[in-house]
């Protein structure tokens, strides 16, 4: 992990970190989307809420990021046919409008679907087959209180579904960060949730339910924003919790006696465990920002995705089914390469089957503040081995 800039993101906390009296839209959902085990824990990046729990949260800052960036989306295909594998498929998170990008997969959406809307039925059967996508968004939170209570301070990534009748925590978003002109004249005030110091929470309830025909999969209908406002907190090694409160900043300043604590604090919410942009946000080769172990990722994925897009526009299904090199069983990712979120993502969406984790896979006790691992995607194969993703 880079050196951080502690004195520069000492101020970024004690600043406001969206502009509560702008009328610029925060991105929240897919609307804004459409717009504009081996070593290795899943747990050590992600909040994956369980079933049957209510959990408490405090949304932080994306420390290092623009105020446009503290909240990330992305479209995740999921279904696309491997090209180096036959018979396989790959995940291929969009790049759509990153830096100026056009996305080959969502492209040849576009060709088909006219050609569906004309009556190719052949057309529609491929988009069925080989584009099913979700669109996703991301934000960092602080475990305030748990079931489990290893977890209570924890820093995390959370997904959550941005669009779709499950996608209740975007709703819950959209309230606080764009009310509508109406919630505004019946008293609403846009609020900035990653304010350390005191902000709303967030009630997580999450329980199981069913969507479509008989899938299984996370609802957060029973969430509310609690009245009472709170800060983040540090967690001593003898259990006792600081909260982080407006009084221990005057002037727009840190008061000296609180200064370690805030240090403490932005060491743990900027550790490199949670990195938006290397776990979650759609990236290009090339990006100065990508591990080694992305960029060699994302550059396969990319000649992966260069090589079946005009696939998919010219050949017929059975041919696309069948086209790649022959597999050898093994899974359709490169073993020595990975991008976590391009196949680790919390099924806690709308349709999705509900992680059922082994006795070998079940979570492992949290840490306060995880050590920076590295992860292959061979540990993370493991890890998610029987999951219906």
Known sequence: MAQLDI??????????????????????SDED????????????????????CTYKLKFIPNLGYSKKEQIMLRSLYRSIPD????????????VHKVNGAKCPILEAFFELNTLKKGGNV??????????????????????????NK?????????IYQAGGENATIAQLLEQKLNPTK???????????????????IMSLSCSEAEYGEGQKGRSFKGSAWLPKKGG?????EDGSTIEFKPDMKADGKIKEEHKEDLRKLIELISHADYDMHNYFAPKLPGDPRNTPETEDYITKVMDKVNEIAPILLTHTIKEIKNYGKASNGGESV??????????????????????????????????????????SAEELDDELEGLDL
């Open 7 to 28: 004195d520069a993101l000492e101020q970024s906390l004690l600043g406001s970190t969206i502009d509560v009296d702008s009328d610029e839209r925060i991105a929240t």
């Open 33 to 52: 989307l459409m717009n504009g085990g081996s070593g290795m824990s899943f747990e050590d990046h992600f909040f994956e809420p369980q079933p049957g």
């Open 83 to 94: 090209p180096t594998a036959k018979g396989k498929t790959f995940r291929y998170v969009s």
């Open 122 to 147: 052949v057309a529609g059967e491929k988009i069925k087959q080989f584009f099913n996508r979700s669109n996703q968004g991301c934000i960092k939170v602080q475990i305030l209180n748990s079931p």
């Open 150 to 158: 290893e977890e209570i301070g924890n820093v995390r990534l959370m």
């Open 182 to 200: 109406q919630q505004i004249a019946d008293g609403f005030e846009r609020e900035d949730i990653f304010d350390v110091f005191e902000s709303s």
């Open 232 to 236: 983040a907190i540090l967690v001593n």
């Open 334 to 375: 490169d073993k020595k390469s990975t991008d976590i979120m391009a196949d680790a993502l919390p099924e806690e969406l709308a349709g999705s089957t509900t992680v059922k984790q082994s006795e070998e896979a079940k979570p492992k006790a949290e840490v306060k503040q995880a050590a920076s691992v590295e992860v």
